[in-house]
């Protein structure tokens, strides 16, 4: 009898309040969650492309990730448990490491997206 393991593939999780993913950086991979409040941050900067926040999530992963390497990195790389992306981190980058031009370059877009320009009021 032979005995087979399915490697489990961890892939992004939307459960209604928040999406839950997983980046990787220098230490290894870590798990990640951003709020709906966020994603609404992120799907304002875009408008014309509505409000299915998985979508969202989905065509600006790069983006998003690029913040948590950023979150990341303002904690000096430790941290215990899940890295929290909200609204605010969106809003507001962490300082230091804040996710400028290398972190908000979507391929997608062929361009660098300016947050200053499109922050709530």
């Not at 990341?72 to 230091?96: C, K, Y």
């Not at 031009?101 to 200053?116: G, N």
């Amino acid at each position: 009898m032979q005995i087979q393991f399915q490697q489990r593939v961890l892939r992004p999780n939307w459960d209604g309040r928040m999406m839950l993913f997983r980046v990787m950086v220098e230490e290894g991979w870590i798990s990640c969650s951003i709020s709906r409040s966020a994603l609404i941050e992120v799907a304002a900067c875009f408008p014309g492309e509505g409000l299915d926040l998985p979508s969202c999530f989905d065509r600006h992963r790069l983006l998003i990730d690029g913040v948590a390497r950023s979150k990341h990195t303002a904690g000096g790389g430790r941290m215990s448990g899940r890295l929290h992306i909200w609204a605010d981190d969106i809003v507001e980058p962490p300082p230091g490491n804040a996710p400028t031009a290398a972190a908000l370059t979507d391929p997608s877009l062929d361009q660098i997206v300016d947050y200053t320009a499109c922050r709530s009021a």
